[in-house]
């Protein structure tokens, strides 16, 4: 008989040690048994450390200088020991059958290079998302994958999240990286991963010029993939948005 794998739950936080007990409560209450639970403390200056010590003997801490939300997952992909990894942001929390259900679809999927789920939205807003199958060329055009999926560990020690990016949607450029070479994903059509929606969220605090300026930059580095056109048009529209800042600030001064 197969002896169960390993799988590790990585909880990258800094300064969540308000929402920290939720994360690893829902690590802990998973119905596979075979889990072990790291919190990666990306340089927290709140009670973070505290919180975790609560939890001695049943989660391992690790304390890093502050290096953002990607460095903070390659570092605890490297410290994991489990044959499969998921990162679960620490204001975040999973369903009790999460690990076990995604396991189950890697046994009809032995190929698959992760299992993704739906997400139930709550806090400021409340529903569940309606994510469509895989698709590479959907995955081209945005994100619709959170990071919070099962992963071969291998895959994301040797194709690592980039560390440069600390601005938001460093999951989609994961993505395409496994896009690009060769690697997909497969979707367990339920919701098992609780997504808190509050005004600290990366991606909701963004400009809409760094957005699409971040957008450009992630299409840029997978041109290969992506192909030349799509990048092309992307890049026209930030220069769109930088021209509209450029001639709705000359109008302020004119008029003021």
């Known amino acids: 008989m197969n002896k169960a794998p390993l799988v590790s739950i990585v909880i990258p936080c800094y300064n969540y040690a308000h929402f920290l007990p939720e994360a690893i ?8 048994a075979n889990v072990e639970i790291l919190v990666v403390d990306d340089g927290s200056t709140d009670n ?35 044959e499969y990894v998921v990162f679960l942001d620490a204001d975040n929390r999973l369903e009790p059958t999460f690990v076990q259900e995604c396991l189950g679809m890697f046994a009809v999927h032995p190929n698959a290079a992760f299992v993704y789920t739906q997400l139930r939205h709550f806090g400021d807003l ?24 099962l992963l071969k560990t291998d895959l994301v020690r040797h194709y690592p999240y ?20 060769g690697f997909y994903g497969v979707l367990l059509n339920k919701p098992l991963v609780w997504y808190r929606r509050h005004g600290e969220n990366m991606t909701k605090k963004l400009d809409p010029l760094i957005k699409q300026r971040l957008r450009v930059s992630i299409l840029k580095r997978h041109l290969r993939l992506v192909g030349l056109r799509m990048y092309s048009q992307q890049l026209w529209r930030f220069y769109r948005l930088v021209l509209g800042l450029y001639w709705r600030n000359s109008l302020n001064v004119m008029q003021g």
């Open 25 to 32: 409560e829902s690590a802990l209450h998973q119905t596979y």
């Open 48 to 82: 973070t450390p505290g919180v975790a010590a609560g939890y001695k003997g049943r989660v391992s801490y690790h304390r890093k200088p502050n290096g953002g939300l990607s460095q903070a997952r390659n570092y605890g992909a490297r410290l994991c020991h489990g």
């Open 126 to 149: 409340n529903y569940v998302t309606d994510h469509p199958a895989y698709d590479p060329a959907r995955l081209k055009r945005g994100n619709y994958i959170d990071a919070c999926s």
């Open 162 to 181: 980039d560390e440069k990016n600390r601005t938001s949607w460093e999951d989609w450029d994961f993505y395409l990286t496994l896009a690009e070479n």
